[in-house]
């Protein structure tokens, strides 16, 4: 069965530093572009980044860019995003999310989501 | 950045009536839109892709149109299980964007 599972979300003080992970499973990682959206509470989506297959590129949101860093290790099935100089509004649920199209295409819609990790940023 | 407006925030239905929910661009994304369901507590799952496209496994109930600027999606007979939050997505322009979703919710 083809599984997301993120984890590493946590209580972090603004200014602080955490990683997300999302172990891959039953699915070729390596052929799929993916993408982390973020779910403020009682909010709607947020995309935050989103990386290629080979991870020779990378796209972020404006909110994100220069603090948070998308990355991946295709021999270990896993997603990274590298959160820097956290802010309270970075407070949400994060769901690492797979794209249904193979490499080297990447069509940017996601089939199959994670159950998400929480990342609460408050002092 | 393309905004995607949807309508109605709310839409108050029975099971067995028909929904239909309307996204809108700020811009022309041709036909490159999809449409998620979230339920509380669960991850979105992706209904139509390129407008009218239905991805694998969702029922036929479940149908997409437009292009352009003005999307629909139509649940032709709600089921219980269908009473959720509905997000429209645009992969036209980055970055990728979201709409503010609907809410289909049981009248």
Redesign the interface.
Known sequence: EAQLVESGGDLAQPGGSLRLSCAASGITFSNHAM?W?RQAPGK????VA?IYGLGDST?Y??SVRGRFTVSRDNSENTLYLQMNSLRVEDTALY?C?KD?QLVPLA?????L????TLVTVSS | EIVLTQSPATLSLSPGERATLSCRASQSVTYYLAWYQQKPGQAPRLLIYDASSRATGIPARFSGSGSGTDFTLTISSLEPEDFAVYYCQQRAIWPLTFGPGTKVDIK
């Open positions: 993408t959206v709607g989506l947020e995309w989103s796209f949101a404006d769901y999310a249904q069509y940017w819609y996601l089939d989501w994670g159950r998400g």
